[in-house]
Every structure is written in C-alpha cells, then in structure tokens.
C-alpha cells in the first residue's frame, strides 16, 4: 500500500468526492493486509465487519459449490469475478452488521489490502456526519451497479444457453448466430471477429465478422493462440476454444474506446464465461460433423462395392 494512504483513497472511486482534508483522518484507520497466492481473505458463511481495498494484486470472488457431481469433478467453486488494483469489496458489510459473506473471497497472485472496519468508518463518519449522505449514496450506487452488470449477466446467459440447444448446420452458422447475440450485450464500439481452425490447411480461418472488424484487424497485433485468454492492449481481447488435442479457434474483442482496469476484469470474466458456452457447442457440432462425414464415407464405399 502507498505511503500516502490518502493521496490512495482519493484514487478509489469510492471516496474520489471526499475532500483530501477529511481522507486524511480517514486514512489512518487502514490497516495493510497482505495474502499469498491462493489465501483465503474471508469464506461465505463468516459475519462482515470490514471494507477491502485491493492496493497489488487481484482477488477472485466465487460461491462454493456443494452438489456431488461437481465435488467428483474437483470442482469446488464458480468464480463469480475477478477485482484487481483500485476496486473494493465486502461493502454490504458496511450496510448490514454482522450479516455472513455472501461469497467467498481468495487472493490470486500475491495481493496487499487495505482494510477498513466498519466500526472506525462510522466513528469518521460520526465526526464529519455532513459527508455521511455523499459517502453511502456513492456506496449504493457502486452496488446498484454491480446488481446491474449481474443481471444482464444472467440474461446474457440465459439467451446464449437457449440459442446453442439449436441444431447448427456447420461452424460458421453456428458462430454467426452466437456471435450477433453475444455482441448485442456489450457496451460501447465493439466489433469482433472469429477464427476456427482448419485442419486441411493447418490455420486459424477468419469464420466470423461483426462490427468493423475488418477495418481494424491489420492494426491489432493478434498473436497466435496460446495457453490462456488474456488482454491483447487496453482494446482488445482474445478468448480462446481449448480442444482435446489443439486450440480449436479464438474470437477478438476490439471496443474502440480503451477499458480500464475495473472494465477490463468484468469485461474479461463475461467474455470468458459465455466464450465456455461456445466451446462446448463447438466441440458437439464438430463431434457430429464428423460423424456425419464418416456416415457418408461409408455409405460411398458401399455403394462402389455393389
């Protein structure tokens, strides 16, 4: 954590409308928290009494998994976001005394906080109580909108899931029809476009085109396919189709206009979570395909043998 813990509170979104004056005394109730890899910082269940603000680091917020499918699967939690440099969490508890986590919250990398109870927030806000409004009417709206991004989540999900129970008659219908509904939840300039691999000539095949992608394409340094989605600049993002056997294509996400760090994190956790739902469409669809090709293979052979 900065030295100057209130030149680093006037940075968070949180209190950017609190005068540098009154952060100063606020400052000096953080208290630094640091976490290894993997730490768990607090567990769904525990009671909230503090606000968390990530200085280094990121912090992965995910519900447990209790079903025994997903216990014989290794599975033990849905990772519901990723919080990285400047953003907080545990605010509810800030609201509600006392009342249990509602997720489970776990370093990803090693992390530094600065932690904030609820206890000594209130006794800064009882000496300074002309910014108590300006304070929780800012901590409302920070929730309101993370209650928003959830629920076109949902939707998004919803829609998407019904979409790839159709029946696709080759990759391309199958990426036309996903890719214009998954665009229409995006906010701000995007275009996109998605690569498939062909196996007859061993490359990455453009299959998709939404937006003006074309007119950007030569401008972004894509890369080929490797290990993991990430961001390729401040625009753009590639996620990736893992097959069994080799990558089996990738989409491009440019948005004409840069994310920061907080749009990048939601950007990438939404892009990532509906680009799954395409990967397992995508390996039925091929699953079929080639069985069909088989089907028909065998039906020529017979029919030269007669």
Not at 7 to 23: C, M, N, T, Y
Not at 122 to 129: Q, R, S, V
Not at 222 to 227: K, Y
Not at 254 to 283: C, F, G, I, Q, Y
Request: hydrophobic share 40%; charged share 30%; proline share 4%.
């Amino acid at each position: 954590m900065p030295d100057d813990k209130s030149v680093f509170l006037k940075s968070i979104r949180l209190f950017e409308k609190i005068p540098a004056e009154q952060l100063e005394s606020l400052s000096q109730f953080l208290k630094e928290e640091k976490h290894s890899d993997g730490a768990v910082v607090f567990e769904e269940g525990q009671p909230g009494n503090c606000l968390y603000i990530i200085s280094t680091g990121n912090i992965v917020i995910a519900k447990k998994l209790r079903s025994d499918e997903d216990a014989s699967n290794g599975v033990d939690r849905k990772e519901l976001a990723v919080l990285g440099p400047g953003d907080c969490f545990g605010e509810m508890s800030l609201l509600e005394a006392d009342q249990p986590r509602s997720a489970d919250a776990l370093a990803r990398g090693e992390t530094v906080l600065a932690r904030l109870d609820r206890d000594e927030l209130n006794t800064w806000l009882a000496g300074h109580p002309q910014l108590a409004i300006a304070f929780f009417a800012e901590l409302v709206s920070t929730l309101s909108g993370r209650l928003r991004i959830s629920s076109n989540e949902l939707t998004l999900l919803f829609d998407l899931s019904s979409l790839l129970l159709e029946p696709f008659s080759s990759v391309r219908d199958l990426f036309d029809k996903f890719m214009r509904r998954r665009m229409r939840y995006l906010e701000g300039d995007w275009c996109s476009g998605a690569y498939h691999y062909n196996e007859f000539n061993d490359e990455m095949d453009l299959v998709d085109v939404e937006g003006d992608f074309n007119a950007v394409k030569d401008s972004i340094k894509i890369p080929p396919p490797g290990s993991k989605d990430h961001w390729i600049d401040d625009n753009t993002y590639q996620v990736l189709f893992p097959g069994p056997k080799r990558c089996m294509g990738y989409i491009v996400f440019h948005r004409k206009e840069p994310l920061d760090a907080e749009e990048k994190n939601e950007t990438a956790r939404t892009l990532t979570t509906t680009a799954r739902l395409l990967t397992s469409a995508l390996v039925q669809l091929n699953f079929r395909l080639e069985n069909e090709m088989r089907e028909r293979l065998s039906a020529s052979r017979q029919m030269g043998e007669l």
